[in-house]
């Protein structure tokens, strides 16, 4: 059974930092490319960042690129976000998610909080 | 970027109807890289349909899915108590690399 369970979400102060967790088991973490998606309170999805099965590409969204960094631990089957220089805005439940074989999100972890407020 | 619009915003229906739920895109997107998600509150998101209209794993087969170029379906054939929630729509190509549309959020008539 695919499992992603995040962790890390936190209260922390504009220009503050953060690291999120996403540990996965179920399924060959190393083959699948993965990526962060967020969800501000009551508002949509927001696609944050990607990072290839390997960790040797990553790409993101202008709103985060310069601040974020995504990465992955294929040893023990990790997926990371850290979070630097945040703002109010980056306040959103974040969830990791699996990336499917035609660029679909096929797995999704439940989400961890992250409040940027002083 | 390519911008995906979702319509209507909300749609007030009830159990044993039919769902149209409609997804434009700004720009063509390509046919293998549109998909559709359900969420229910205070839960994640759940992938129904990719590749346009390839029912993922679970997914009942009274969701279908269609289109192509910028104008994509959502079909909910006959609408279950459990089928009320919000729907996006996906995209992937460009920069960003993906998006998602904003939501269209089925409510109980």
């Known amino acids: 059974e695919v499992q992603l369970l995040e962790s890390g979400g936190d209260l922390v102060q504009p220009g503050g930092s953060l690291r999120l967790s996403c540990a996965t088991s179920g399924f060959p973490f190393s083959v699948y490319e993965m990526s962060w998606v967020r969800q501000a309170p009551g508002k949509g999805l927001e696609w944050v960042s990607s990072?290839?099965?390997?960790?040797?590409?990553?790409t993101y969204a202008d709103s985060v690129k310069g601040r974020f960094t995504t990465s992955r631990d294929n040893s023990n089957n990790i997926l990371y976000l850290q979070m630097s220089n945040l703002r109010a805005e980056d306040t959103a439940v974040y969830f990791c998610?699996?990336?499917?074989?035609?660029?679909?999100?096929?797995?999704w972890g439940q989400g961890t909080l992250v409040t940027v407020s002083a | 970027e390519i911008v995906l619009t979702q319509s209507p915003g909300t749609l007030s229906l009830s159990p044993g109807e039919r769902a149209t739920l409609s997804c434009r895109a700004s720009q063509s997107v390509s046919s293998s890289y549109l998909a559709w998600y359900q969420q229910k509150p205070g839960q994640a998101p759940r992938l129904l349909i990719y590749g346009v209209s390839t029912r993922a794993m679970g997914t009942p087969d009274r969701f279908s899915g269609s289109g192509s170029g910028t104008d994509f379906t959502l079909t909910i054939s006959r609408l279950e108590p459990e089928d009320f929630a919000v729907y996006y729509c996906q995209q992937f190509g460009g920069s960003p690399s993906f998006t998602f549309g904003p939501g269209t959020k089925l409510d109980i008539k």
């Open positions: 990072v290839s099965g390997s960790g040797g590409r990553t």
């Open positions: 998610a699996r990336i499917g074989v035609v660029y679909y999100f096929d797995f």
